[in-house]
């Protein structure tokens, strides 16, 4: 039985979005950018799947920009969001949860001179507005603050703090990177009230490969590349037409299904949280996640990854947090202050549309059998 419970990490693609993909690939393969009548009409589609996306982040289709991947849409959030507002000075804000590709484009700034605060989270991986209304400044040029916590589920008060910083100051720009957020639960970007999101396609049943990011009306951002002109200028490059209809595609199914997909997810979720822990001597809930797909958990004393390998070794994948930290410790659960052996032993799981309980139900037993033998305690 081959059990895949790390849908945080990535996600199968969806028959629709495979389908939309190959025949863009195969029947309708014209270069967006070409003057005549095929390439016309690839153009016309390119516009009508961006309309798609747009719905799905309730927002205009002009303020939707495609890009390769959400660490690209952070790097470049950041990075226009610096210059932006290089007149105003150079303090970002930031919090000690976020992704490496938030961090690390904030860390090469303060290499370079720029002052950082990054707003630590409490035992849940919740982050206080109040502490974030503590830590503005007349130099705050960029607040970023991720929607949903790629490791714990946490959902971050984004649309309070948004509310905050333009009350403090307008100009400050604000960024959330919405990838595991993004059609998982319920939001538009109106309603969160930021000025940039980022989303990415492989988290939602689409390829790899794409991502989207939201750039305000009448935000005026430097390009992230220069060269031929696609997507308005900002991010030049010919179009991945087929990746952009397997998005659209995706973003329609979730549009579609999204409220019993949830539902969905979030009974597996509490399946889960009540099984592991009955039938797994020791095991710990370290947060229950408020995302419907993303929980983690413990087994104090057995590290992380001789977890990941003996579940592995069995057909079941999980994870010991975000699969960008290649196994290295994970600054996340190190922000949450745990006990070591609490630390070394955690295991995220995320759910999709397609997780059942006879995936949990494996899990259960995988984990109950290495805690029997004492391997690895």
């Not at 890009?67 to 790097?75: A, L, M, R």
């Not at 305000?216 to 951002?221: M, Y």
């Not at 549009?255 to 969905?264: K, L, P, Q």
Request: net charge neutral; with cysteine; aromatic share 6%.
């Amino acid at each position: 039985m081959f059990v895949y419970l790390d849908h945080a990490a990535t996600t199968p693609v969806c028959a629709e979005a495979a389908q939309a993909a190959l025949e863009e690939m195969t029947a309708a393969f014209g270069n967006p950018s070409a003057r005549h009548a095929f390439g016309q009409q690839a153009a016309q589609r390119l516009e009508e799947r961006r309309a798609v996306v747009a719905e799905a982040l309730g927002c205009t289709p002009e303020e939707v920009f495609f890009t390769s991947c959400g660490t690209e849409g952070d790097n470049w959030a950041i990075q226009a969001a610096v210059e932006h507002g290089r007149r105003r000075g150079r303090h970002i804000i930031t919090t000690a949860i976020e992704h490496s590709a938030v961090l690390e484009p904030i860390k090469a700034l303060e290499g370079k001179g720029w002052s950082v605060t990054r707003l630590k989270p409490d035992r849940q991986g919740r982050i206080s507005p109040e502490d974030l209304r503590a830590a503005l400044r007349e130099d705050t040029v960029l607040v970023s603050m991720m929607l949903v916590n790629n490791e714990l589920g946490t959902l971050q008060p984004v649309a309070e703090c948004a509310r905050i910083v333009k009350a403090y100051a307008p100009e400050i720009l604000f960024h959330t990177d919405a990838v595991q957020g993004f059609l998982k639960v319920p939001f538009t970007v109106k309603e969160l009230g930021v000025d940039l999101l980022t989303v990415s396609g492989h988290k939602i049943r689409a390829p790899k490969g794409i991502g989207v990011q939201y750039i305000r009306s009448g935000l005026k951002l430097s390009p992230l590349l220069r060269g031929g002109g696609q997507e308005r200028g900002l991010r030049p490059g010919t179009e991945p037409t087929a990746q952009i209809a397997a998005l659209s595609a995706a973003c329609r199914l979730w549009m579609d299904h999204g409220t019993e997909y949830r539902a969905h997810m979030e009974s597996l979720k509490a399946y889960a949280l009540e099984q592991l822990p009955a039938r797994v001597e020791g095991l710990e809930i370290v947060t229950p996640g408020d995302a419907p797909h993303i929980c983690s958990v413990s087994l104090p004393g057995y590290p992380s990854e001789m977890l990941v390998r003996a579940l592995s070794d069995q057909g079941i994948c999980v994870s010991s947090g975000s699969a960008c930290h290649k196994g290295k410790p994970s600054h996340v659960f190190a922000a949450l202050g745990l006990p070591k052996r609490t630390a070394m032993g955690v295991l995220r799981i995320s759910f999709g549309p397609t997780s059942t309980r006879d995936e949990v139900d494996a899990l259960a037993d995988a984990l109950s059998a290495i805690r029997s033998s004492r391997v690895g305690a």
